[in-house]
């Protein structure tokens, strides 16, 4: 990393490594949430927490995605992203989600309560008990596309869909694709009804701060864990990609959106 920063120009030749400074800070600040871990962890008084720090109040939209947003009407949308780890259209169609049937394509567990799980329920128990899955191989299988596209196209709702191409084979007419998307103003839009998302950190921070409603549908590493918390604490409903089904989704999403607390 250190060579990569030099190599860039992005620091000064005498400034010292990355791990010097690790190791000699007086001062730790990470972009965290003591109420995200689980299990919690202890910190000594020089880490704080600033997790969220990054949030803020959301701009306008630009007017072509407004004029589409206010098109939904009183229905609203639902805005959908997996971030920036899976590029869903690059892979092969026979090898997305490997290992434990869709969790992921874990191969390990970091913070397990037991023995590595071989199972998908057993890696879903395993995040539902605080374990953090890794070794993951991300994607989006062709079969579980299908499934979101179909319902998808039965909401009432319009969906914003985090897409990495400019179009998808049978893409309903209620489903705009972007392949970026702002998405600090999309979640703070009047609008948006739902986020459905792979429950990363960033995101589930920023989720919280804008106070909408969450169905995860986890893929990778602390994701799991954050979004059977997000579950816990009643702000939203996870489903593991072993169960999606056309019926579990609708229901997963229709659920979450009724939820009047």
């Known amino acids: 990393m250190d060579d990569v920063c030099r190599s860039r120009g992005l620091c000064p030749d005498d400034m010292p490594s990355l791990v010097e400074m690790q190791f000699g800070a007086s001062l730790c600040i990470q972009n965290h949430v003591r109420t995200l871990d689980n299990p919690a962890r ?6 704080v927490s600033v997790g969220g720090i990054h949030c803020r109040p959301a701009q306008p939209l630009p007017q072509d995605l407004e004029e589409w947003v206010q098109g939904a009407g009183e229905d609203g949308f639902i805005f959908f992203s997996l971030g920036s780890a899976v590029v869903p259209s690059d ?10 049937h869709s969790i992921g394509g874990a191969g390990s567990v970091r913070h397990a309560p037991s023995s590595t799980p071989t199972e998908a329920k057993d890696w879903r128990f395993e995040a539902e008990r605080g374990g953090h899955l890794g070794e993951q191989r991300p ?12 319902v998808f196209g039965s909401l009432k709702q319009r969906v914003l869909w985090k897409w990495d ?3 998808m084979p049978d893409l309903p007419p209620n489903v705009r694709l ?8 999309i979640l703070g839009h009047a609008s948006l009804r739902l986020f459905m998302t792979h429950g990363g950190q ?12 969450v169905l995860g549908l986890p893929v990778m590493g602390d994701q799991h864990t954050n979004m059977v918390q997000v579950a816990r604490e009643g702000w939203g409903k996870v489903i593991f990609w072993d169960q999606l ?8 999403i229709r659920s979450v959106m009724d939820d009047q607390r």
């Not at 202890?42 to 880490?47: A, C, D, E, L, S």
């Not at 972007?178 to 103003?185: C, I, S």
């Not at 089904?245 to 997963?252: A, F, M, W, Y």
């Open 245 to 252: 089904s056309e019926e579990v989704l609708t229901e997963g």
């Open 91 to 100: 892979m092969p169609e026979d090898v997305q989600w490997r290992h434990s």
């Open 165 to 167: 191409q400019e179009d």
């Open 178 to 185: 972007g392949k970026w998307l702002p998405q600090q103003d």
């Open 202 to 213: 960033l995101s589930t921070m920023e989720s919280t701060y804008h106070g909408i409603p």
């Open 139 to 150: 994607g989006v299988d062709m079969k579980y596309r299908q499934v979101l596209v179909k």
């Open 42 to 47: 202890p910190f000594v008084p020089n880490v």
